[in-house]
């Protein structure tokens, strides 16, 4: 499913991004302001992420009588 492989390609980006921030300065606000911004996005793509995934699972076990 091309939605769960572009969430999944934003999420491992978001997570790659942040492995990549080693000896930032946090004192500098723009630093730590940038990073809060990223954590966020990837807590909100994660959590499309899961929507996506329950909403197919709920569209399955309604197709299946599961629900």
Not at 18 to 40: G, K, T, Y
Request: hydrophobic share 50%; no cysteine.
């Amino acid at each position: 499913m091309a939605i769960l492989d572009k969430l999944l390609e934003d999420l491992k980006d978001y997570t790659s991004k942040l492995d990549e921030v080693n000896n930032v300065d946090l004192d500098n606000w723009f630093n730590l302001f940038a990073i809060l911004h990223l954590l966020q996005v990837q807590a909100q793509s994660f959590i499309y992420l899961v929507q996506t995934l329950l909403r197919i699972w709920e569209y399955q076990a309604k197709d299946t009588e599961i629900l």
